[in-house]
């Protein structure tokens, strides 16, 4: 883990990125971060095999159409950690998350403006195949979306089987996958039968074990638990103590409990800006800025 | 206010109804539209054992069993063996089903999934255009520009082609290709819309899982749109079979009216609907052929009623995952409807 | 962490199998859209070179046709208002009786036995084949000799048969969308039900009626089959619906069989002005259906 100076503000210099919606201006320009350090990066990926890896945003901003919903955000997510953002409801966050797997540009309308590393390369750089960053950057969301025609298995298997796994491989990576989600034992002996049959928070858990089956770099999670019982949220926030091994996670939640359980380091989010970032405990215990410390007190939100 | 609506309606709104001053109007309308609505059920089967009653004559000559299979229309002889007209719709028909169904969902595919949101309207409109031209327009245009301008393309064809099966040998004028193109371009709209409001239900959410694993644009569609919409997507096909076997005016134009059953799709033949309206004329002081030709009504209409039955249950079922009644298959009601269009 | 063949680089490139066939695929459903436009295309386009030369001869609107298989064979003003007049009655026949039976489904029936019966057979009737809606009133009405054999309004019940389905679909779903809010807000004043529905859910649903209703008239209104057993053709304009009548389809029918370039011209150019007057029909649909995004 490197011991960069996270929470530091980041030199901010003009970076658009190009979000390329289907119908915005195409605001491509070759960003020269990017291209200088596509060949470091590659040997740094190499390295770092069996590490986690990170992410930085790099004042970011996102729009609807008119509505600007992130404005101007810093951000690093730091490898193998657990970072959580949360904040009121509509102040942002899905919006951030969905900028991190370029998610966001599937909206119409919806484009995005900034800098965003995985590690040092741009995923938003000249030449990146989105198809790719999403495969590097995994997403749960926040209802339970197993594809409704396909059975457990297939469900974990869809995003093998469009890489090219087949074979015995596959049935291995399934099994893997599912144990690293905890839910091997509760469905290996109905790996066939349909996806949407199980409980909402197995569900859950099958949606878990579908995006870590490809392997990404990056764990995206918006509000998993908001749909679950509480005993299924239990068992998804161990998972993701689990996870944290083998991946960077970040997380949403508007439930701060759940950030102070699972988080290393805690963003609050306020009508589109950061306000603050800072280590879980200093997040609750000793707040910086006075819009932090009302909401974590709940005098708001 | 909506709240309070909600809780009225399950105790108190049937002593509001009591209260109410009018209480005999109230049941006399709900009588009189119940009423109207039975009325309709009435008529449908009314005309249906009408029609077999004027049938039957005509299928006690020539027996249920022969009428449809034998191989026979000739009606100076008094012989009406329907197989021709039979095998001419089905020819036909499934020539139209080959060639519309898949430009028709690939439309619907590119509309909803592929093209910019600000296309999707006018896109939309001009496909639906295609169903505002009236059967009898196409037939013009197939009688004065198909057959003449695709008479050597469909002679190439056939000569370079004979290898496959019922393709090769002379082309005549009007065949039961022309016949097929024709209608393939007639059911085009409505398969494509019925196709389009299916696949407009599959939920975001399950594309977005399929984004969000590294899917491409066409592994989205793969993965979670055509599995989702498959039974919706045969129900249009159907529905839009049931529009091929039906049609008449076009068909009667492009095919040929020879009652010998062709040997390929270059042929000439004859179609159920095409009968009818060829022959209901000269038929109309023969009772015997006249009969004969209702019964070949009552036959397409079976035939049309099974289709149709099939193809309702499929959209059925897509429209109870989506909650709601998908419009009438009738593509520009079914564009009226449609929340994306509306919405733009 | 096991990794992929392709570990080493960060951003592991899609394979270019894959990305063959997703641009292949995006082709393909590309091109078929452009395939599904080129009928659409040709057709108007042989419809305005072939036929506009016909539409703008002189007493093309103004006179019947003469039935002359030699010399002048005359214009289709028969024909067309024959189309307004039978197309006018199927309307006010379908029109109030399909929106009855929307209303009894959707303020009524809603999910009980009868009215799922309703709905079912009311899609059935949408697929019926116009001639068979055609042979309906032929066996019943013509042959039968009820109110003479070949009439306007006979032609006019086949069309409302055919439109009736369409005018109750699409009013079913405008009706539904009606806030049931509004409907409980009236009844809990006291308003009887007859007139929520007459004074409230109607109005409501107004502009979304008359949508349905015109699509269900520009259908109707390009119809031949149905018409030729019940109201046939004739050369002479009447404003009796209870004469044998013309119509634009059927004129247009008798004429593509009449191989003389005359009469053939002007099956183009009816065919031409039938196509206008649905568009029209259609357009005023759309614009009304906008008002009811409106509210
Ligand atoms: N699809 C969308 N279209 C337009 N505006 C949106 C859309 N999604 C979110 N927004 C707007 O963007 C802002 C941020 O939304 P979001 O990121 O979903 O907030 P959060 O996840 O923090 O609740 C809100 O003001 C919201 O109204
Ligand atoms: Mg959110």
Known sequence: MSPDPAFTPEQQQEQPMSATPSDGPADVRVSPTAAATRSASDAAAAEQVGSGHSMSVKDVDAYYGETHAIRGVSIEYRANEVTAMIGPSGCGKSTLLRCLNRMHEEIPGARARGQILLDDTDIYGPGVDVVSVRR?????????????????????????????????????????????????????????????????????????????????????????????????????????????????????????????????????????????????????????????????????? | MDAGAARLDTADRSSFERSASARRADPLFRGGLTVLAGLVLVLLAFFFVFLIVKARPALAHQGVFSFVFSNDWNPSKDVFGAWPLLAGTLITSAIAMVIGVPVAVATALFITELCPVRLRQPLT???????????????????????????????????????????GGNVAGPNYFIAGLLLAIMILPIVSAISREVISTVPAEHKEAALALGATRWE?????????????????????LGRAVGETIAVVLVIGNSTVVGKQIFDQGYSLAAVIANE?????????????????????????????????????????????????????AAAMADPEVTAA | MSSTSSASLLLAPVSGRRRTTDRLMRGILLAGTVIALIPLVLVVYYLFSRGLKGMTASGFFTTDPTGNFLGNPGGVKSAILGTLEIV????????????????????????????????????????????????????TLVTTKIGGSFTGWKGSLALALLMLPVVTRSAEVVLILVPESLREAALALGVPRWKVTMKIVLPTALPGLITGSLLAVARGMGETAPLLFTSATVFGTTYNLGDRMNSLPAQIFADISQPKDDIVNRAWASALTLVLLILAITLIARLAARRSRVS
């Open chain 3, 88 to 139: 006018a009655l199927a309307a006010v026949i379908a029109i109030p009786v399909g929106i009855g039976v929307a209303l009894y489904l959707v303020e009524f029936g809603k999910k009980t036995i009868f009215a799922q019966f309703v709905r079912y057979f009311i899609d059935v009737m949408t697929g019926v084949p116009s001639i068979v809606f055609g042979l309906f009133i032929y066996i």
């Open chain 2, 220 to 240: 989205m569609i793969r993965i979670a749109v055509l599995p989702y919409s498959r039974s919706g997507i045969t129900g249009a096909a159907l529905l839009g």
């Open chain 2, 125 to 167: 409109i001009l496909v639906e255009l295609l169903a505002a031209v009236p059967s009898v327009v196409y037939g013009l245009w197939g009688v004065f520009v198909l057959i003449p301008k695709l008479r050597g393309t469909e002679s190439s064809f056939a000569d370079s082609l004979h290898v496959l099966p019922f393709v």
């Open chain 1, 136 to 301: 590097a950057i995994g997403m749960v969301f926040q209802k339970p979306n197993p594809f409704p025609t396909m059975s457990i298995f297939d469900n974990v298997a869809a995003g093998l089987k469009l890489n090219g796994v087949k074979g015995v491989d596959m049935k291995e990576r399934v099994e893997k996958s599912l144990r690293g989600a905890g839910l091997w034992d509760e469905v290996k002996d109905r790996l066939s039968s349909p996806g949407v049959g199980l409980s909402g928070g197995q569900q859950q858990r099958l949606c878990i074990a579908r995006t870590i089956a490809v392997e990404p770099r990056i764990v995206l999670m918006d509000e998993p638990c908001s749909a679950l019982d509480p005993i299924a949220t239990l068992k998804v926030e161990d998972l993701i103590h689990e996870l944290k091994r083998d991946y960077t996670i970040v997380i949403v939640t508007h439930n701060m409990q759940q950030a102070a359980r699972v988080a290393d380091t805690t963003a609050f989010f306020l009508l589109g800006d950061m306000v603050e970032h800072t280590k879980t405990e200093d997040i609750f215990s000793n707040p910086q800025d006075s819009r932090t410390e009302e909401y974590v007190t709940g005098k708001f939100g």
């Open chain 2, 280 to 332: 209901f004329g000269e038929a109309a002081n023969d009772p015997l052929h006249a009969g004969a030709l209702i019964a070949a009504g009552l036959l397409l209409f079976v035939l049309t009623l099974i289709i149709n039955g099939v193809a309702r249950a499929l959209v059925v079922r897509a429209e109870r995952r989506q909650g709601t009644r998908l419009p009438p298959p009738t593509v520009t």
